[in-house]
């Protein structure tokens, strides 16, 4: 996700400033890099970018040079290249005529780029967005005007995108076209505006146009036209007005970061879907000849890792060890040179992590590390990285890139089914990895409102438990931490068998569980943990296969998924309503579930 805007106007005066308080509000969706560009007078175009947060780029702007009334800024996620000045955007061309922003994936730049350096175009950045002004360049080179130019890129254009573009040749204009990643108009009697979000211009407007797939806009001071890139045809939108405040603007309407992080989830997957791993094949290999395969993680994102040992012990007969990365000195006995390191890591700066990974390195290690943040620090020390494109996570709690990371690594297991020939395995898992971003998106829209009921009855326990066996054991760990942390309700996850083994001691009336009870070869016996559990008078809470018409009779309350598409991956879709009870449960309880007590994003001290 990143930040973009794009203004034309007829007042020459506050262009700039402008231009930097937008993306100030949008810096929520990436922040490690940021350009702006103006159409200056004499048709030029100047640019001042850099890594770095808004204020710091802007700071080593000088606006009085960058005087116009039309102008473009972006604030960078990066997804290719990691966060530096030649990979801030705008991007242009060769000549420096054509401007470009981006939001999004092109998925088949390196082809693209690879035709455009063979007729002669110099590129200066490693981004998948840099081929746009080049194309740009050639297709208007051809004789085309900028609109025919952008109709014949939608065509050569694979993945998603949002892009603004402005041009020398045509002063007060401003060019945008999407797919699949948002853009905006905003619009006044004298102003036009392109925005990734809303907050970017809702304190100069709230009449908004929303762009929809495949739809170019040509904007120029208080006008808009819109076409259908595909039948070329003018489409009539009119403005509609906004209503929210600014705060609620930045959440998309949502109450909190959080529930709109959960609401992403869906689409996190299918961006992640939308880009191969880099380097599979070596990945897939390093692992599958590695004498052990050790993972390095804290916290969420060490449930996360637990994955890798169900799947790659289960089906390959890999030994792995998962590790929680403070504790990476038990296993440093075992790391040879034949060892993998798979070290999951939202932040890439998670300090345990880090030194765990360093350790392991000096060991002899092979590192692959799956992390969102693109050119972290574990990522400089990892031998190969597989981001999980999770975009920025703002909630303190995780809850889509854990989603991304559990993806990642069946993505990864996936490859590994197909290497070794298992292609019945291979094209059921297929299935599901397609398809499982629209199960996720329907459990979010279906279940919302149950999570809410649950969470006004579990909100004054004292405490819980969620049980699981094999692979839905790490649904329930991760169930427990997010219920821990933003409700501050202890909970606390167990292997359902050994639940017998002592914790059963805890029940009372009315204690809660939650048990993660799909139709695999754990039920028969988590039915009896239920039973037993209930004997006891807990509140029992079931994650079960849809229509398990024996689970809906003995448990006090059930969320239903459906089995297409869950019958592998289930540990992604089995975890959505874990992370709405607790959302829910710590809002019942009138906590900020963004900023939970005692914690940080990042923990970058042992
Ligand atoms: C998860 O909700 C917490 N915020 C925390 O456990 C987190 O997963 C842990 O600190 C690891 O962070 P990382 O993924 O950035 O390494």
């Not at 890594?51 to 102008?71: I, N, Y």
């Not at 050119?375 to 597989?386: E, F, L, W, Y």
């Not at 359902?496 to 083994?501: F, I, L, N, R, T």
């Amino acid at each position: 996700m990143c930040g973009i805007i794009g203004i034309t106007q007829k007042n020459p005066d506050n262009l700039m400033e402008k231009l930097y308080q937008s993306l100030k509000r949008l810096e929520y969706r990436g922040y490690d890099s940021v350009g702006f560009a103006v159409l200056s007078q004499g048709n030029s175009i100047r640019i001042s970018k850099n890594k770095g947060k808004v204020d710091e780029v802007a700071r080593q702007t000088d606006f009085s040079l960058m005087k116009g009334t039309t102008g473009i800024g972006h604030s960078r996620w990066a997804t290719h290249g990691a966060p530096t000045k030649e990979n801030a955007h705008p991007h242009t061309d060769c000549q420096g005529n054509i401007a470009v922003i981006h939001n999004g994936i092109i998925s088949n730049f390196l082809q693209l780029r690879k035709e455009l350096s063979q007729k002669g175009h110099i590129f200066t950045s490693e981004t998948d967005t840099e081929v746009v002004p080049h194309l740009l360049e050639d297709l208007l080179k051809q004789g085309k005007t900028m609109k025919e130019a952008l109709f014949e890129l939608a065509t050569i254009l694979g993945g998603a995108y949002a892009l603004v573009v402005i041009y020398t040749n045509e002063q007060d204009t401003i060019y945008c076209m999407k797919k699949e990643n948002p853009l905006i108009l905003g619009i006044t009697k004298d102003e036009s505006y392109a925005a990734s979000d809303i907050p970017a211009f809702l304190p100069y407007t709230r009449e908004a146009v929303t762009l929809r797939d495949d739809e170019l806009a040509i904007l120029q001071p208080g006008k808009y036209v819109i076409f259908n890139v595909k039948t070329k045809e003018v489409v009539n939108r009119k403005p509609h007005r906004i209503t929210w405040t600014p705060d609620a603007a930045q959440k998309g309407g949502f109450p909190h970061f959080m529930l709109k992080e959960i609401h992403e989830s869906g689409q996190v997957l299918r961006t992640q879907l939308a880009s191969e791993i880099p380097n599979i094949e070596h990945i897939v290999q390093a692992i599958l000849e590695a004498d052990n395969i050790i993972t390095m993680a804290a916290g969420t994102a060490f449930y996360a890792s637990l994955t890798t040992q169900y799947l790659f012990q289960q089906t390959f007969g890999k030994i792995v060890i998962p590790t929680i990365a403070s504790e990476y000195e038990t296993v440093l006995p075992i790391i040879n040179d034949n060892s993998v390191v798979i070290a999951v890591s939202q932040s890439g700066e998670t300090i345990d992590t880090i030194k765990a990974v360093k350790e392991a390195k000096q060991k002899g290690a092979k590192v692959i590390a799956i992390v969102n943040v693109v050119g972290s620090t574990i990522t400089r020390i990892a031998d190969h990285v597989v981001y999980i494109q999770a975009g920025p996570e703002i909630g303190v709690a995780a809850t889509k890139t854990y989603l991304a990371q559990v993806f990642a690594i069946w993505r990864i297991y996936h490859q590994a089914l197909i290497k070794t020939n298992k292609q019945t395995l291979a094209q059921q898992l297929q299935e599901a990895i397609q398809n499982v971003p629209d199960e996720i998106e329907r459990i979010v829209r279906n279940d919302e409102a149950k999570a809410r009921d649950i969470a006004k009855k579990i909100q004054h326990a004292q405490s819980a438990f969620y049980l699981g066996r094999g692979i839905n054991l790490t649904t329930a760990l991760e169930g427990a931490l997010k219920l821990k942390e933003i409700s501050y309700i202890h909970a606390e996850a167990y292997p359902a068998g050994e639940s017998k083994h002592g914790p059963i001691a805890l029940i009372h009336q009315n204690y809660p569980i939650v048990f993660i009870a799909p139709n695999d070869n754990t039920r028969e016996k988590i039915i009896g943990n239920i039973m037993e559990m209930k004997a006891r008078g807990a509140y029992t809470i079931g994650i079960i296969e849809e229509n398990d018409q024996e689970l809906k009779q003995i448990l006090h309350q059930y969320f239903e998924i459906n089995p297409k598409y869950s019958k592998q991956l289930q540990n992604i879709p089995y975890q959505i309503p874990l992370h709405l009870i607790a959302y829910y449960t710590a809002t019942s309880k009138g906590h900020d579930p963004d900023y939970p007590r005692n914690l940080a994003k990042s923990v970058t001290v042992e």
